[in-house]
């Protein structure tokens, strides 16, 4: 990554990608004028695999419940509930080229489709207007029986603290990010600002969507009562 990309701020209950900050951005402030509305958009597609030491029914009806464990696994972002399955969230303050934006998008966490698969997507923050950015957040998740003896071999798991049932949730993240940005930084090279943004970008969702994998992955073990075996790999 080039020198002069400012990573976010880290919140003082992390040490990654996330200011706990609840103020939101201000152009007025920050007195960079911006020659044009034109987005230039920054993409990042992630995928993974969460694995429950559960049968899938078990997982499904606990994901169905996120009203009691969403907010608290999604610490520090802040997250306010909007109706019944949206939630606003304070992402972070993120930077890049000496320019920084602080994240605010609502997330829609939709029930699964007929075939069984989930769907979290943007949805509109009522009152609110983001200041000079845009969000396009498309995620989709699937359960999955996972070979137990298989995993705990791969593992190293030793067989004594191996489940009976293992269910995966696997996943995959489709990201783009819109940012209004200011004319000291337009005149940069194009490349350079395509590189540099999607870049921040790429670490930004990595570490976010790992954090709040192994949060759900302790609360769902920990809510249950189901005992969570360390594993390499």
Same mark, same amino acid.
């Given at each position: ?9 880290? /919140? ?24 044009? =509305?034109?987005?230039? +958009?920054? !993409? ?7 694995? *429950? ?5 078990? #997982? ?5 419940? !996120?009203?009691? +464990? ?11 509930? *909007?109706?019944?399955?949206? $939630? ?10 000496? $320019? ?9 966490? #939709? ?5 069984? %698969?989930?769907? %979290?997507?943007? #949805? ?14 498309? /995620? ?14 791969? !593992? ?30 337009? @005149?940069? @090279?194009?490349?350079? %600002? =395509? ?8 670490? %930004?969702?990595?570490?976010? @969507? ?24």
């Amino acid at each position: 990554m080039p020198s002069d990309i400012s990573e976010p701020q880290p /919140s003082r209950a992390s040490s990654e990608f996330v200011d706990d900050s609840v103020a939101l951005p201000n152009p007025e402030e920050s007195n960079q004028e911006q020659d044009s =509305q034109e987005l230039i +958009w920054f !993409h990042s597609d992630f995928e993974d695999c969460m694995e *429950m030491f559960a049968p899938l029914d078990t #997982v499904a009806e606990y994901l169905g419940q !996120h009203s009691g +464990w969403f907010c608290r696994c999604a610490l520090p972002m802040k997250t306010e509930p *909007m109706g019944n399955n949206a $939630y606003d969230l304070l992402v972070g303050r993120f930077g890049a080229l000496g $320019y920084r934006v602080e994240a605010r998008i609502g997330l829609e966490l #939709v029930p699964p489709d007929a075939e069984g %698969i989930y769907r %979290i997507r943007t #949805v509109p923050i009522p009152n609110y207007t983001a200041p000079g950015y845009e969000v396009d957040f498309q /995620s989709t998740m699937t359960l999955v029986d996972l070979p137990t003896a298989e995993f705990c071999t791969k !593992h190293r798991i030793e067989l004594k603290e191996c489940p009976t049932q293992i269910t995966g949730a696997k996943w995959r993240l489709d990201l783009a990010v819109g940012v209004q940005i200011p004319k000291f930084i337009r @005149s940069k @090279s194009e490349g350079l %600002i =395509q590189k540099s943004g999607d870049t921040l970008l790429k670490n %930004i969702v990595k570490q976010v @969507s790992r954090r709040l994998s192994a949060k759900t992955q302790q609360d769902f073990h920990t809510s249950l009562g189901i005992p969570f075996p360390k594993y390499r790999g």
